[in-house]
Structures are given as C-alpha cells and as structure tokens.
C-alpha cells in the first residue's frame, strides 16, 4: 500500500514513462514545417471514395493467427455496412493465394491447426516489395484519392529507438516507421494518408506525420494522421487462435464498431457520433474504442502522441491538480465522452482532481485487475491531451496551433468526408 505523499510522484513517474520522453514545446517543434508552409495547406472537402489499402497476417505460419484474417473479414464486412464494394479494396494478406496451409487455429478438441486463407481478391502477399509496388503505383496515378491504410498482425519495438518499430509481413519481413513514411513522402502532396494500425508496439507509427518519419524533420508535406492499438513502447492484445469471434476483444473490433455501428458479430452498437453531426469521424470511433475496448491497451492517435509530446512535467502536475470537470469545459465531443465514461466507470468524482481520484483508488479500494488499472491510464493520458490542446489553443505559437489543427482536422475526417490539400 502505498503512503498519501508517495502517489503523485508515483502515478507521475508511470504516466511520463509511459508517454515516453517528454519535453519542451519548443524542443518538440525543432526543424518543424514553417508556419506559412501549414497556413498554405487550406482544406476543401470533396467526396470521393477513398483509396483502401489492407495489410494482414503474421510473419510465419505459426504467427499468422486466425484472428487476424478474422479482422481482415470484419473490414470488409465494414465496408459493406457502409457502403462501399468490399473487392475495391487493395488487400495483401500473408502468403497471398497460393493456396497453402498457413493460419493457425485451435479446433473444437483444443488442438493446433493449420488451414489456407479465405479471403475474397486477395491481390498478393504481404511482402515489403507489394507495399512499396503499391504506393509507387498510387503516386503515379492522375487520379488522386486519399489513402485508408489497415494493418493488422504483429509489430516488433526497436531496442535502440523506440520512434522507429517496425510492423512485420510475411516472412518476417520488417517494415519500420521510417521505411514506411519515406514511402508516403512520394506520394503527391494532395494524398492525404489516414492509417489504421493494431499490431505491438503501433504507436511508433504516429512519426509518419514527419518527414521520413524521423520527429526531428519537418512535418511530411502530406496530410497524415493514425491511429494505434497502444503506445510505442508496450504490446497489444487480439492476435489469437480462437476461433469463436464473440470473444475477440482488441483494438480493430472496437474502432470498426464504432465507425461503422455494427459489432464484428453484426450487432448494432450505441452511436459514435458523439458531436451529432451525422457522420462518424475517425476520431469519434477512436473515442468510442478507447472505453468498449476492455484490454490493457492504451490506445493513441497521432495528435496525442504529439500533444504528450509537448507536455512538461509541470503541464501535467497542473492538469491532474484541478478538478477533471473544470478540464471537460475546453474538450471536444469526444473527449468529454471518454472522461465521463471512465470516470462512471471506475466510481470515481469529476469533482476531484485525477490525483485526487487516484488518492482514493489507492487508499480506499485498491486497483488491482489490469484493465482497470489500463482505464485510469487512459483516462490520465486523456485529461494531458486536452490540458496541452487548451494551452496551445490559448498560446500565440501560431506554428503549434496550425500543427495541432491540421491534426485535428485530419482525425476529424472519415469514410463519408475526406479533405483534400488544395
């Protein structure tokens, strides 16, 4: 049990390991775009459908869980939900239709076994080669759609650089965060790029708003933003054998729930559509999948991995201090449904600071099952994204405030609306 004065300094400590090396506004923005570069980059919406690219599957048959063709299924079975001809989509997934044996389940006995992929116009394998193909075939196109791009299988997190992990295709190919934004830098400054991603380690790809992915380059000339099953430096959950899909429980059902308001077993799920303006955002599918998804993840999108990334310490001593309802006046939509779900959630006070709360959980009932302990988390983690959003809001850095909005704006974008650079 630990002592009243001890848990602020404790909860602080894991919050900021966590989030990964926080630093200075002004260090976070070094070598970025320049501000009239953004300022340039006015949007105009335009309907189009976009340009769907889905990459699956494990490194190794004995990694390529029937979960993850599973999620591929789901996607399409999305599509369709909303609209869209499901064999539209680019799909590569593991050893392609060669007709081997090569996704690993668990049979009514409890054994292991191997069965072939079953997944309508699959157009190849998942190899680092069809990735590159694709996007050098997309950047020469006269027709410019933007780019919705799914991942799903396993990541690996770089020892040496946790801003560069790697996602992993078919045999064992790695392709890192860097490696798969100097890909998107050829693509013509009018593709806008919105990823999907829900393998280990997938918040390292939130960099790909930078140019070849390195946090220390200017922002990419492209409209860029993603969104991950959890953080750059833990593994996530949902590659599995089972075969029954009621149990899945895992990033990509949640956000495909919530953008689409059907379960992955055809259920109809309560509205994302959380600012009731008659479209599911991107966003608001995040926000939806952050509280229905009942995991240890901690599940971030580009922009607050970048707004982590400008919080100092004493940003966050300062947002966990006041009390979490005062916080919730300057939230989006989204955001305030996040908080007060959590908050509902684990019994807690929005009148109470989150240091407060956490005093209590500690003190009075003791937080000891993981997914609990994941949902405060979350929901610290929520209060920094939007105690540094309102103070970048309020400050005169015009460069920070064209940044978080361009973000903003790409996260707010969805199947139905896209945003084209003009």
């Known amino acids: 049990m630990y002592r009243k004065s001890q848990f602020p300094k404790i909860l602080l400590g894991l919050i900021l390991a966590i989030i990964g090396n926080s630093k200075n506004l002004a260090v976070a923005k070094n070598n970025s775009t320049k501000f009239s ?4 980059n006015n949007c105009q919406t335009n309907r189009q459908e976009p340009n769907f690219l889905v990459f699956g599957g494990g490194g190794t048959k004995e990694q390529n869980e029937i979960a993850i063709e599973k999620n591929v299924l789901y996607f399409q079975r999305t599509l369709k939900k909303m609209g869209y001809n499901p064999l539209t989509a680019s799909i590569f997934f593991a050893n392609g239709n060669d007709g081997k044996a090569t996704i690993r389940y668990i ?3 409890g054994n292991q076994q191997f069965k072939a992929p079953e997944i309508p116009d699959v157009q190849g394998k998942a190899t680092f080669t069809n990735l590159q193909n694709w996007f050098q075939k997309t950047a020469g196109e006269t027709f410019r759609r933007p780019i919705f791009f799914y991942f799903t299988g396993h990541g690996i997190k770089n020892p040496n650089n946790s801003n560069d992990n790697a996602l992993m295709l078919w045999e064992n190919q790695p392709v890192t965060v860097q490696e798969l934004s100097q890909m998107l830098d050829k693509l013509p400054q009018d593709t806008p790029v919105v990823t999907m991603m829900a393998q280990c380690f997938s918040g390292s790809f939130a960099n790909i708003i930078y140019q070849g992915g390195d946090p220390n380059k200017p ?12 953080i750059k430096t833990l593994p996530s959950v949902g590659c599995t054998p089972e075969v029954n899909e009621a149990d899945y429980k895992d990033y990509s059902s949640s956000f495909f729930a919530g953008l689409s308001g059907y379960s992955r077993t055809g259920k109809i799920v309560t509205s994302a559509d959380y600012n009731q303006d008659g479209k599911i955002s991107y966003a608001e599918a995040h926000s939806f999948a952050k509280v229905d998804e009942e995991t240890i993840d901690l599940p971030v999108s580009t922009l607050e991995v970048w707004l982590q990334n400008q919080a100092t310490k ?22 305030q449904y996040v908080v007060k779900s959590i908050v509902k959630m684990l019994n807690l006070d929005l009148q109470k600071s989150y240091l407060e709360n956490g005093l ?3 003190i009075e009932q003791e937080i000891n099952n993981q997914i609990e302990r994941a949902y405060f988390l979350r929901l610290g983690m929520e209060l920094i994204n939007i105690g540094v959003e309102q103070k970048i809001r309020l400050s005169s850095d015009q460069e920070a405030i064209a940044i978080s909005e361009r973000l903003i704006k790409c996260e707010g974008g969805s199947w139905e609306e896209h ?4």
């Open 37 to 40: 570069q953004l300022k340039t």
């Open 107 to 109: 049979n009514e006995q």
């Open 219 to 230: 922002l990419a000339l492209q409209t860029r933003c993603g969104f991950f099953a959890t």
């Open 314 to 335: 004493a940003d966050i001593e300062l947002i966990w201090e006041q009390p979490i309802i005062n916080l919730l006046s300057n939230a989006r939509p989204e955001q």
């Open 360 to 362: 209590g959980i500690i």
């Open 419 to 422: 945003y084209f650079l003009q």
